[in-house]
Nanobody, 122 residues
Framework: VQLQASGGGLVQAGGSLRLSCAFSGRTFSNYGVGWFRQAPGKERDFVAAISWNGFAISYADSVKGRFTISRDSAKNTVYLEMNSLNAEDTAVYYC????????????????WGQGTQVTVSS
């Protein structure tokens, strides 16, 4: 499995970004995808996850109501729509894949992308 995260950038506080995670190498419909983020000097944190069929979705409390995860089977891509961004959202964002669904359990994910930088200026 190969994962390619993209869509990061510099945005002002209150703005929006949409991250994409392009999946290849295996059957996309068998895999759940999670987004995680890591700020400088901090541990990697869970952000959001979606199951293989899109029926199960989970979010970190810190992003509920602001971020939306979705998947497009025709494009083998998972998206993370991020709204009302603030400085605390600044981090490198990673997508990861696992068969089925593993929610916030990072150690259950088998494949990781390279990350995309999100910087929110205040």
């Amino acid at each position: 499995v190969q994962l390619q995260a993209s869509g990061g950038g510099l945005v002002q506080a209150g703005g929006s970004l949409r991250l994409s995670c392009a999946f290849s190498g295996r059957t996309f419909s068998n895999y759940g995808v999670g987004w995680f983020r890591q700020a400088p000097g901090k541990e990697r944190d869970f952000v959001a996850a979606i199951s293989w069929n899109g029926f199960a979705i989970s979010y970190a409390d810190s992003v509920k109501g602001r971020f939306t995860i979705s998947r497009d089977s025709a494009k083998n891509t998972v998206y993370l729509e991020m709204n009302s961004l603030n400085a605390e959202d600044t981090a490198v964002y990673y997508c990861a894949a696992v068969r089925g669904f593993s929610g916030s359990y990072a150690n259950k994910y088998d494949y990781w992308g390279q990350g995309t930088q999100v910087t929110v200026s205040s």
